[in-house]
């Protein structure tokens, strides 16, 4: 699953990439700045944490999303430049830096502060390219259907006018009512307007702590499917991420913030994908294993190893909340809160499972 980063120059892109997989540099790997960097950042879970202290284990291992700084390209307007539509289509979901701070050192590209008219502009965008994409498609499939009656053709054209409908309207097609055929169909079109959708608010040191998504056109953003908002100061993130951890924690108490910005970006992008995570404890390793939602048991065993999958016998589940309660498995065999799942047990957000297997 990958989360790519883009938005318009001097909105911080960048630097947020680098706060969240700690490469120090977006040009990490040897990189050059027309290329796309690749980093893996770790989505913090105190729910790992509280495990964690309990076993002691010699490894602990969160869940990671694997982070694109998407490289500029030209552009005809000013504002264009950050948008490399190819790079982006390969995108699981798409991380939008929008700027709510002033420099004199670092000019507006559109000349004024404007975070939501940014983020609009970029969605304008993605949306033009997708009806470029879907004319051109219907186009073909007219004269494909002139010529030869195909009900798996006309039923294609019948979902992109939809599209496109929606689209000359306005509006992205994220916001569509999409059945699970009708998704699986429009796939390969790679849409930009349909990916799941990350707005970060890069805002100064001033307005830490004030509502940057009181403004009405945020709440009609906010409002749609598959949509998500929070903000970052990604200067102050930048300062806190060099100190050591108890000079960190100091100074963030001193300002009067009880938790990093940077960890709610982390689990929205997490959120966005549709992600949950389970968890594996021992001695050895406690690690966070992240598997789509309503995952099968023996298709979630696969996410640790082919031959688990392969083997499966069964799962031993417990709610994380019951483990920490209880103080070990065996205690939770005791108290019946060790359950035995099968095959298609859906692993939920939080459980902590030991499966046995055979190969």
Not at 5 to 33: D, H, P, V
Request: charge should be negative.
């Amino acid at each position: 699953m990958e989360v790519g980063i883009l938005g318009l120059a001097g909105s911080g892109k960048t630097t947020l990439f680098s706060l969240l997989t700690g490469s120090g540099s977006a040009l990490a790997g040897g990189a050059r700045r027309d290329q796309a960097a690749v980093g893996m950042g770790r989505v913090p879970d105190p729910r790992l944490d509280r495990l964690s202290e309990m076993y002691q284990p010699r490894k602990i291992t969160p869940a990671i999303v694997r982070y694109v700084d998407v490289p500029a390209v030209g552009g005809d307007r000013p504002g264009e430049a950050s948008l490399n539509i190819p790079e982006l289509r390969t995108m699981d979901a798409l991380l939008v830096v929008v700027r709510a701070f002033s420099s004199d050192a670092v000019p507006h590209p559109l000349g004024s502060v404007d975070p939501a008219r940014d983020l609009a502009r970029i969605e304008e965008e993605f949306q033009l390219q997708d009806l470029m994409v879907v004319e051109r498609r219907i186009e073909r499939l007219e004269k494909d259907l002139a010529r030869r009656r195909d009900p798996e053709l006309a039923a294609e054209l019948e979902l992109l006018q939809r599209c496109r409908r929606t689209l000359e309207d306005g509006r992205p097609l994220r916001s569509e009512d999409l059945d699970r055929a009708e998704r699986l169909r429009l796939r390969g079109f790679t849409f930009l307007s349909i990916k799941p959708i990350l707005a970060v608010v890069n805002v100064g040191e001033d307005a830490i702590g004030a509502d940057p998504f009181a403004d009405a056109r945020w709440q009609r953003w906010l409002a749609e499917p598959a949509t998500a908002a929070t903000s970052v100061c990604a200067t102050l993130e930048r300062e806190i991420s060099e100190l050591e951890p108890a000079d960190a924690a100091a100074f963030m108490a001193e300002l009067g913030i009880a938790d990093r910005a940077l960890d709610r970006v982390a689990w929205e992008a997490y959120r966005l994908l549709g992600l949950i995570s389970f968890f594996t404890v021992g001695e050895d390793e406690c690690r966070a294993w992240s598997v789509p939602a309503d995952t099968p048991a023996v298709d979630a065993a696969g996410a640790i190893h082919s031959d688990i999958s392969r083997g499966f016998i069964r799962a031993e589940v417990v709610p994380h909340t019951e483990l920490l309660a209880a103080g070990s498995l065996a205690a939770c065999r005791q108290l019946g809160t060790l359950r035995l799942e099968g095959k298609a047990y859906p692993v939920r957000d939080g459980d902590v499972v030991h499966y046995r297997f055979n190969v």
